[in-house]
């Protein structure tokens, strides 16, 4: 706010400068043309004179026959002008400057308020008003209105048709090929995706492959293991040392101690948590909704300074959840599918110990945690993904269409933006119809059994609805007032024309 209110001082005192600029040509064209009609006048007093001598010679028969030589100081006699009586009239004063030889921004800052001091430049006007002409001012106006506020939609029914259209198409998807983990027909792609994906980073890394017999990816799994080694993966409550928590964690066993740890979160959150408990030999858990925090045994991270060792805690970070995404090497080599680890941000389920559900009362945060044993981790989160995003693509696709089709629109304004109201309505209407059709079917398959429906209930389409409801309610809200982001988008791209354009001149 300093640096925008120093360049708006700095853009005014340079429109006073024009303006007096300005001004100053207009005294010197109207003194210009004052010397002008004195000129003239003296010209005429002139000839008038030399006809009134004429007269006067002839008149008095006075004769010149021979050129009237006149040298030396006689020509300097006739041609000397007396400068003490020279005198000015209306003289017009030399114009204010603002710079000399300022090499920095602050010294040139320095000028600027010396300047308004000196010519009494006010710089609390609002300097739109005085910087841009009334024209320009009407048409910035016109284009904030049209580009940059909220505004409402105003769909027709053939938009929400389509956008109907397109959430029950992905509400079937994900009722048929997603369902409940280990189930479905996606869920099992998306496992065999991750497995592979773990295998490829392994070979990365020089993983050579499994021994006879034994799994592939359990193989895999176990070389990332070794090689990305953390000091939080207690996996026992009441286990003492490296692998329990000594009764300080409740209900913590190898299925569920990568949601209750909060540095296997895959987000921000966990990697917040993954380097502080490296750096500090601790492990963090969530438990009954409260962060409980162990310490460890002696943990070094490899790095000779304190950026090298964030990198390295980083890195193992990142190569951990490789070693964990698929499930334990253990477990994937008894034939089972193993417990990953959480979907982004699920891990902050724990903290809502609210409500009582099912037979045994439990509070929200253990129905979460129960759910997670039951396989909805990760790998299922991308199953999950698969409808939302084909609703998300459908609909913007058939807006475009529409737009170009049925408005007859260009291409170039087809472009599928969610600052559209229109489409950012039929958004709306298309995950509210995925999120119906996934929860009336959750709600009839479950039985009135919640951990049964909160596995087959969608947790990103759910997530997404809320965004752009979230949208929705704000542009409702905010109808005709400035769009701070779509505003901060138009002077990004301003922005990147001008250094574009400059560097272009430079090369």
């Known amino acids: 706010m300093k640096n925008d209110k120093r360049i708006t001082d700095s853009l005014l005192v340079q429109k006073h400068q024009q303006l007096a600029s300005q001004k100053k040509i207009g005294e010197i064209r109207s003194g210009i043309k004052d010397l002008k009609i004195v000129r003239s006048e003296n010209l005429n007093k002139i000839d008038d004179l030399e006809s009134e001598i004429d007269a006067m010679l002839s008149a008095e028969g006075i004769v010149f026959d021979e050129a009237l030589h006149i040298e030396g100081a006689g020509i300097d006699s006739l041609t000397k ?42 710089l609390n006007v609002d300097p739109f008003q005085v910087l841009m002409t009334e024209s320009q001012r009407i048409d910035i106006n016109k284009r ?21 259209t397109c959430g029950m198409i992905a509400g ?3 009722i048929v090929f997603v369902g409940t983990p280990k189930q479905g027909i996606l869920g099992k792609k998306t496992d065999e995706a991750v497995d592979g994906a773990v295998k490829q980073f392994a070979k990365v890394l020089g993983w050579k492959g499994p021994k006879a017999d034994r799994d592939p990816t359990a193989s895999a799994i176990g070389f990332l293991e070794g090689k990305f080694k953390v000091n939080y993966d207690q996996t026992h409550t009441y286990k003492s040392g490296k692998m329990g928590t000594d009764g300080l964690v409740k209900n913590l066993y190898p299925g569920n101690h990568h949601v209750k740890s909060l540095a296997h979160s895959p987000d921000l959150i966990g990697l917040f948590f993954s380097i502080l408990n490296q750096f500090n030999n601790t492990s963090t858990f969530v438990s009954d909704g409260k962060l409980v925090t162990i310490d460890t045994e002696t943990f070094e991270l490899n790095g000779g300074n304190f950026i090298a060792k964030i990198f390295a805690g980083f890195c193992n970070w990142f190569g951990h959840l490789l070693s964990d995404v698929a499930g334990s090497s253990g477990a994937r080599g008894n034939e089972s599918r193993g417990s990953g680890i959480p979907m982004p941000f699920y891990s902050l389920l724990q903290f809502l110990e609210v409500g ?9 945060a253990k129905v979460s945690v129960k759910v997670f044993e039951q396989g909805y981790d990760f790998r299922h989160g991308v199953a999950l993904a698969i409808p939302v995003l084909i609703s998300e693509l459908l609909t913007r696709v058939c807006w475009a269409f529409k737009q170009r089709f049925y408005h007859r629109q260009d291409w170039i304004n087809c472009v599928p933006s969610a600052a559209v109201p229109e489409l950012r309505r039929m958004l709306l209407v298309s995950h509210g119809t995925l999120c119906l059709v996934d929860g009336v079917d959750a709600g009839i398959k479950s039985g009135g059994d919640v951990v049964q429906f909160m596995l087959r209930a969608n947790i990103l389409a759910w997530a997404r609805l809320g965004t752009v409801a979230t949208k929705e309610v704000i542009s409702l809200y905010k109808a005709g007032s400035l769009d701070i982001d779509a505003a901060n988008e138009y002077l990004d791209r301003e922005y990147e024309k001008m250094i574009g354009k400059n560097n272009n001149q430079l090369f």
């Open 81 to 122: 002008v007396d400068e003490d009586k020279i005198y000015f009239e209306n003289k017009i004063s030399a114009l204010d400057s603002v710079v000399g030889n300022i090499d920095d921004w602050d010294s040139y800052i320095f000028s600027i308020k010396a300047y308004t001091r000196r010519n009494n430049v006010d």
């Open 144 to 164: 904030i209105q049209d580009e940059l506020t909220y505004k409402k939609a105003s769909c027709d029914k053939y938009d929400y048709m389509l956008a109907g």
């Open 172 to 174: 079937l998807i994900d």
């Open 356 to 364: 009582e559900f099912g037979k045994h009362r439990d509070s929200f």
